[in-house]
């Protein structure tokens, strides 16, 4: 597995995929398809999820040091 999910939370994610598989599918499956589903997830979409992460945090820093250069511009006196 790419990420490490604490028991508490792996335990939560199981039952709500179980839920899913019931309420959506009609399908009662257990812990370890559950479990099996959730390493098939976090291995096949967790880069896309990552890559989407890290393109917010460029945004999010592009955008914090353009703000920081027009602050800067600011402080500039006339001569």
Known sequence: MF???GKEDKEKIIEEIKYFFNEERNEQIGDIA???F????????GPYFYNAGVQDSIKLIHNRNT????????LKRSL
């Open 38 to 45: 959730l390493e098939f997830c976090i291995e096949k979409l």
């Open 34 to 36: 559950s479990e099996t």
């Open 3 to 5: 990420i490490k999910i």
């Open 67 to 74: 703000q920081t250069d027009d602050d800067l511009h600011s």
